[in-house]
């Protein structure tokens, strides 16, 4: 296949242009400049006869029209995604989630590939204390990120409807892995246990969350679009649920040294901080496809690879 992937120079967007090439597809990258480190998680693949790298701008409509051209596949991973920023300052979420989609599927009903994944998060549903949410689920999200994923998904779903554009929406729960973005909470959880230096933890880390290793997520995509049905939502997820605290505690055990954990309040850093997320993934289970990894293996697995690439972290 000839796949678009847009957020190519992404955690996750890259992971699945890497392993897409290894499945020798094509790969047209699409994703808006970036730091040389972000750019870097590329460089295995840059200079492959099946990659062709475009750089532009969602939000742009004029750096968007063409880009579905002579594509079989889109995959559709751009998106800014720090929940804390998205307080701090909405509105580049709105570009980039909302009007980033809209030109998108502008482009793709223009062209017409065969199938377009648009890659959402659980963080849509908001917090659950007991059980877990369906794609049946009604939607609560509880800050700008989420609200405009949230958005998004809802555009998607109109497009379906109205233009008969054969999309699917996957919602996963949270990843971690290799060259994940050092701001995020298990890279800096790892970097700091390295380091010997106090963990920061938001609230009393008793919030919860389910967690997957990204190379599964991608698998689970490339299932999807194989054996998905446009139209439809899929819940992506391990099922390995902890809490933060618990994480760390799995990170000091293959790191190999504890460290003191610093509590920060989290009423004024992330308010509307939801306790707990868990989605069922029984409807994508039932396609075919199962997680590879486990929590442990995964973990080893990254906390091993951060041991061997201080450069990405280092600084």
Same mark, same amino acid.
């Given at each position: 296949?000839?796949?678009?992937?847009?957020?190519?120079?992404?955690?996750?967007?890259?992971?699945?242009?890497?392993?897409?090439?290894?499945?020798?597809?094509?790969?047209?990258?699409?994703?808006?400049?970036?730091?040389?480190?972000?750019?870097?998680?590329?460089?295995?693949?840059?200079?492959?006869?099946?990659?062709?790298?475009?750089?532009?701008?969602?939000?742009?409509?004029?750096?968007?029209?063409?880009?579905?051209?002579?594509?079989?596949?889109?995959?559709?991973?751009?998106?800014?995604?720090?929940?804390?920023?998205?307080?701090?300052?909405?509105?580049?979420?709105?570009?980039?989630?909302?009007?980033?989609?809209?030109?998108?599927?502008?482009?793709?009903?223009?062209?017409?590939?065969?199938?377009?994944i648009h890659v959402g998060t659980d963080e849509v549903y908001g917090s659950i204390l007991?059980?877990?949410?369906?794609? +049946?689920?009604?939607?609560? *999200? /509880?800050?700008?990120?989420?609200? !405009?994923?949230? %958005?998004?998904?809802?555009?998607? @779903?109109?497009?379906?409807?109205?233009?008969?554009?054969?999309?699917?929406?996957?919602?996963?729960?949270?990843?971690?892995?290799?060259?994940?973005?050092?701001?995020?909470?298990?890279?800096?959880?790892?970097?700091?246990?390295?380091?010997?230096?106090?963990?920061?933890?938001?609230?009393?880390?008793?919030?919860?969350?389910?967690?997957?290793?990204?190379?599964?997520?991608?698998?689970?995509?490339?299932?999807?679009?194989?054996?998905?049905?446009?139209?439809?939502?899929?819940?992506?997820?391990?099922?390995?649920?902890?809490?933060?605290?618990?994480?760390?505690?799995?990170?000091?055990?293959?790191?190999?040294?504890?460290?003191?954990?610093?509590?920060?309040? +989290?009423?004024?850093?992330? *308010? /509307?901080?939801?306790?707990?997320? !868990?989605?069922? %993934?029984?409807?994508?289970?039932? @396609?075919?496809?199962?997680?590879?990894?486990?929590?442990?293996?995964?973990?080893?697995?990254?906390?091993?690879?951060?041991?061997?690439?201080?450069?990405?972290?280092?600084?």
């Open positions: 296949m000839r796949i678009l992937v847009t957020g190519v120079y992404g955690f996750i967007g890259s992971t699945f242009a890497k392993m897409a090439i290894e499945l020798d597809h094509q790969v047209v990258g699409f994703s808006r400049y970036s730091s040389v480190k972000n750019m870097q998680r590329l460089n295995s693949i840059v200079e492959h006869r099946n990659f062709t790298m475009i750089n532009g701008d969602l939000s742009n409509p004029n750096e968007t029209s063409e880009i579905c051209e002579d594509v079989d596949v889109v995959v559709n991973f751009a998106a800014k995604s720090f929940v804390n920023h998205s307080i701090l300052d909405p509105r580049p979420f709105i570009d980039s989630n909302i009007i980033g989609t809209f030109n998108l599927l502008e482009s793709f009903k223009k062209y017409k590939p065969k199938r377009l007991k059980g877990s949410h369906t794609e +049946d689920s009604p939607l609560n *999200p /509880g800050n700008p990120y989420s609200s !405009s994923k949230a %958005s998004a998904d809802m555009l998607c @779903l109109s497009y379906f409807n109205t233009y008969d554009v054969p999309v699917i929406i996957t919602r996963c729960e949270n990843n971690f892995g290799p060259f994940q973005h050092q701001q995020k909470a298990v890279p800096v959880w790892i970097k700091k246990t390295l380091n010997q230096q106090p963990i920061p933890l938001y609230g009393d880390g008793q919030h919860i969350r389910q967690w997957l290793h990204v190379q599964d997520h991608c698998f689970a995509i490339f299932h999807l679009i194989d054996h998905g049905q446009s139209g439809e939502i899929y819940n992506i997820a391990a099922n390995q649920e902890r809490t933060n605290r618990e994480i760390v505690e799995l990170i000091f055990e293959y790191v190999g040294n504890r460290c003191p954990i610093d509590f920060i309040p +989290d009423e004024e850093v992330r *308010p /509307g901080h939801d306790r707990r997320y !868990s989605i069922d %993934s029984s409807k994508l289970r039932a @396609l075919g496809w199962e997680p590879r990894h486990t929590i442990d293996s995964g973990f080893k697995h990254t906390v091993d690879w951060f041991k061997l690439n201080a450069w990405w972290w280092f600084k």
